[in-house]
């Protein structure tokens, strides 16, 4: 089951990704800010990160360039949601290391499966198993 860490300030935004991941059969991990977010990574490992932008204590751009130096996690998958919904704003968070961008408010019809795009399914497999079988 793929582990996938939400860090989100906001607590409906949270729990309303919190419930789709729960719902569709991943593991969510939660944090309320980029050093709580960043903690979790080294404790938790998860297959995937949501990461909000504007977040009090350390920003997802901070959460960003922080993730991409940590051993070992620096490929994790980092994908951002945020209400930042300009052009330039998604090429900004492509631009500091950000693997996707979903605008706000999500949409929950395809919220799940936009991040099922960035999940690498031989990590999110069991050992042994096929991917058609032991991932998602």
Known sequence: MPRILIIEDNPENLELMRYLLQASGHE???ARHGEEGLARVAQDAPHLIVCDIQMP??????????LRTL???????????TALAMVEDRARALAAGFDGYISKPIDPATFVAELESHLDVRRTSAPGSSPRMGGI
């Open 28 to 30: 969510p991990i939660t």
């Open 57 to 66: 204590v350390l920003d997802g751009f901070g959460v960003i360039r922080r």
């Open 71 to 81: 051993h070992g996690r620096e490929g994790t998958p980092c994908i951002a949601v």
